[in-house]
């Protein structure tokens, strides 16, 4: 694979913006204590709630996240974050310092589909990944399936993440708020009646003065640096109303976000800026017969712009821009008859989008947008029965329609059947086995670009050119609690075939010299077989808590493109979170977390060789080098405050990267002209973010 000078110093430019443009960092932190954490299921099950006894939330592999338990998980700028935390736990992988969302069992984060009250957001994280859309104090809980994803679900191959705003009234207005070096947000509780409550919070950053302060220099070489300035802020917002009466609830979500990034680098020609945004809008209906019976309808909006921007050298202006918007409606029923237990309904949704394309403004024939839309339909149903207290099945099937126009503007369908199937069975009291199969599709697919979390990704309907994804997954698990339930392991072990899989030929670059490029050309697929195995042991009870989790996995990609099989983007050998914390059960809460993750695979640069006079790279096999292995330790310390006429008060300490290691977030390559030796030398360098990074931050309830 070659590419002459131009190419070279275009792709150097954009991987240098993209280092840039990452600006957060946020520990990823997860803890449990006695009673902030109880092992719940069946395999794979865990329930981070305050409680005093175990609370069965039903026979699925999935983890749940409540509000309460969020609150007692460790702190780093002042708040914790959900996304993060749940990337502690096996199956859900560590990629890098800025990743982009999550990575489950080796798949992309966009196989994930995330929705927040039914509506689903397509990048649910902040510049950088340090931060999710999510605000804490506004939601109840967060829930993620995997091993097996409920019918109810479709459209993604890997997992859902449900998110779920507050439904509690309180008796009077409250409020809570938090502080940081890099952050600040707040969420007002105003009941309006016994039966109904409002819900408002808002969350703004200020973080260019810490960037300045701590963001390392990359070094291109021994004599030279490199030093680029930035400006970043982003906020969200969050409406909610809830009422219920008697038999019926009605919920009302709204929520918006927006990020802006502007950098000017300190060497010639290259400046941007970046700005993308969330909007998701739902209206839920919920009817209960009775506590087994009740009837579920959601109406819902949700739409994604960006906006890159680039001056580079005489180009004035170099925009690329995308949107994606979804409305749909979703009806569910619920029911029990005896010992079987049941759920069916129907969904369907719109899909009106402009493809990410380049945009010269002062240029004649710049490549148009062509906007697409689709349509798809689905009806599902499942069925679990209870053969004993100690076995039980669930057998499901989802059918869907997707509608679309051909290429001659005709109305054309595609149609895939998903089965799914889940068999737990309790040899004892300290020993559960559990057992799924099942089959997904996904018509909405996501090129990936990069992991970091930079939104250079792009998504494509399925079309004529363009197939949808599908996956055929197994997985069989254990766990085994021990020592009078004090200590639980888990065992889990995952295969995943995957079709249709998209990775970026790296030809957006090249949109600079063709405009008109088919955006087909911009991608390359194949297939791809994702297995490993994941191990957690942990300790559940007394004063020091914690776990280690390890999943060592394969993902591989053959594409059409290549001869043999490649390490996918996503592909993590061996990942290890451990997480300590220890409770004095006085004033004062501690807590440590150490993540080591294999590097990212990536593609170096060979050599340089000339051409006549044009100087070329040439690179190794794709995906054939790895970063270096990524390792961090966090620390956090919150003291307990008592505050006059406040409710609760709370000061955490944390810092991030305690013994400054360097993670490259990426690998570039530099072109030198040598004056003496009248020669082109290559220089190779990684970029990094931070070295370590404290902060302090404080919590008020009132």
């Given at each position: ?8 110093f ?9 280092v ?6 946020h520990?990823i932190?997860?803890?449990?204590t006695k ?8 395999l794979?099950v ?52 800025a990743?982009?969302?999550?990575y489950?069992?080796?798949c992309?984060?966009s ?8 509506a ?18 506004h ?8 091993n ?19 439904t509690?009234?309180?008796?009077k ?27 408002l ?14 963001a ?27 009422y219920?009466?008697?038999k ?16 000017n ?12 945004e ?11 017969k ?30 690329f821009?995308?949107?994606?918007q ?12 005896q ?17 990410q ?12 947008a ?8 689905a ?8 053969f ?5 099945a ?21 149609a ?10 309790e ?22 670009n ?41 065992a889990?072990?995952?295969y ?13 670059i ?6 008109d ?14 297995y ?39 592909d ?14 006085a ?34 096999e ?8 990524y390792h ?16 609760e ?19 570039s ?8 030796t ?13 070295t370590?990074?404290?902060s ?7």
């Amino acid at each position: 694979m070659h590419n002459p000078l131009p190419f070279v110093f275009m792709r150097r430019v954009s991987h240098i913006l993209m280092v840039g443009f990452i600006v957060l960092a946020h520990s990823i932190y997860a803890q449990e204590t006695k009673d902030s954490i109880s092992k719940q299921y069946d395999l794979d099950v865990f329930e981070f709630a305050i409680k005093k006894e175990p609370m069965k939330i039903g026979d699925r592999q999935s983890y749940s996240l409540s509000l309460k338990s969020i609150e007692q998980l460790p702190q780093m700028f002042g708040s914790t974050d959900a996304l993060r935390t749940l990337q502690l736990l096996p199956g859900v992988q560590t990629v890098g310092e800025a990743s982009s969302g999550l990575y489950v069992e080796g798949c992309n984060p966009s196989q994930t589909l995330v929705l927040l009250d039914n509506a689903p957001v397509f990048n649910p994280v902040h510049l950088g990944g340090f931060f999710s859309v999510f605000n804490n104090d506004h939601f109840d809980d967060f829930n993620l399936q995997k091993n097996f994803i409920s019918t109810e679900y479709g459209g993604r191959l890997a997992a859902v993440l449900t998110v779920n705003s507050q439904t509690n009234i309180p008796k009077k207005i409250t409020t809570d708020a938090n502080v940081s070096v890099l952050m600040s947000n707040a969420t007002v509780r105003v009941p309006l009646n016994k039966k109904s409550v409002i819900t408002l919070s808002g969350r703004t950053s200020y973080v260019n003065p810490i960037l300045e302060l701590f963001a390392p220099r990359n070094k291109l070489s021994s004599r030279s640096e490199k030093k680029a300035t930035l400006q970043y802020n982003f906020y969200d917002l969050n409406l909610g109303y809830f009422y219920s009466s008697g038999k019926n609830e009605l919920k009302f979500s709204l929520y918006t976000g927006y990020d802006n990034a502007v950098m000017n680098l300190s060497e010639k020609y290259m400046n941007g800026y970046l700005q993308w945004e969330n909007t998701t809008a739902s209206l839920n209906w919920k009817y209960k017969k009775d506590d087994t019976n009740s009837l579920n309808q959601t109406v819902y909006y949700s739409s994604y712009n960006d906006d890159l921007s680039l001056s580079l050298g005489l180009i004035t202006e170099v925009n690329f821009v995308s949107s994606l918007q979804e409305v749909g409606y979703k009806n569910r029923v619920f029911g029990e008859i005896q010992k079987l237990k049941y759920n069916f309904g129907f969904d369907y949704l719109y899909r009106f989008m402009k493809p990410q394309c380049l945009e010269i403004p002062y240029l004649s024939g710049t490549q148009q947008a062509l906007s697409t839309s689709s349509s798809e339909a689905a009806l599902s149903g499942e069925l679990t029965y209870s053969f004993s207290e100690k076995l039980n099945a669930t057998l499901g099937l989802r059918g869907s329609l997707y509608i679309y126009e051909d290429s001659l503007l005709n109305i054309a369908t595609k149609a895939a059947f998903e089965p799914r199937f889940n068999l737990n069975y309790e040899f004892s009291k300290t020993l559960k086995w559990s057992f799924s199969a099942q089959q997904q599709v996904q018509y909405l697919n996501q090129v990936m670009n990069s992991t970091i979390g930079f939104p250079t990704n792009f998504w494509i309907q399925t079309s004529d050119e363009v197939p949808f994804q599908k996956s055929q997954s197994l997985s069989l698990g254990m766990e085994k609690r021990l020592f009078n339930y004090e200590y639980s392991l888990l065992a889990n072990v995952f295969y995943r075939k995957l079709y249709n899989q998209f990775e970026s030929t790296g030809r957006i670059i090249e949109l600079l010299e063709k405009p008109d490029i088919d955006p087909v050309l911009r991608y390359r697929r194949g297939d791809g077989d994702n297995y490993g195995v994941e191990l957690l042991v942990q300790k559940k009870y007394g004063k020091l808590t914690g776990w280690v989790a390890y999943t060592l996995s394969w993902a591989w990609r053959k594409f059409d493109d290549f001869e043999k099989k490649t390490p996918a983007i996503s592909d993590r050998r061996h990942d290890l979170n451990m997480v300590l914390t220890y409770d004095t059960r006085a004033k004062w809460d501690f807590s440590a977390s150490f993540v080591l993750a294999s590097g990212t695979p990536t593609t170096f640069a060979s050599g340089v060789y000339l051409v006549g006079e044009m100087p070329m790279t040439d690179y190794a096999e794709y995906n054939s080098n790895r970063l270096p292995t990524y390792h961090r330790l966090d620390i956090s310390a919150t003291r307990k405050l008592k505050i006059k006429y406040v409710q609760e008060s709370k000061l955490n300490f944390s810092i991030y990267n305690v013994y400054g290691r360097l993670n490259p977030l990426m690998y570039s390559s530099q072109l030198m002209y040598g004056a003496n030796t009248k020669e082109f030398r290559a220089s190779w360098y990684y970029h990094s973010l931070f070295t370590l990074l404290p902060s302090i931050g404080l919590k008020l309830k009132f």
